[in-house]
């Protein structure tokens, strides 16, 4: 008879905290950059909802890589690599 744990490890543990701190890394360059150009040309234009979208964009980007793994990973890399640059 096996004994069986229903938590998880540390090690799993640390791992899903690495890759919430990587998505929301990628999803901060996805949001500062566009973000970044507006508060450059219009910075009057920014309002209290731009700065809570934008958190919220970062925290759900920072989920779904902890939910979805490295395929979520790949995708937000795909997408900051298809962004222009100048």
Excluded: K
Aim: with cysteine; net charge positive; hydrophobic share 50%.
């Amino acid at each position: 008879m096996q004994f069986q744990h229903n938590e998880l490890s540390p090690q799993t543990w640390r791992s899903s905290a690495i890759r919430f701190l990587l998505g929301s890394l990628l999803g901060s360059f996805l949001v500062l950059v566009p973000f970044s150009y507006f508060i450059y040309f219009a910075p009057a234009a920014a309002h209290l909802v731009h700065y809570i979208g934008a958190a919220a964009f970062v925290l759900l980007c920072g989920a779904f890589s902890t939910v979805f793994g490295n395929r979520f990973l790949h995708f937000l890399s795909r997408l900051l690599e298809s962004m222009p640059s100048s």
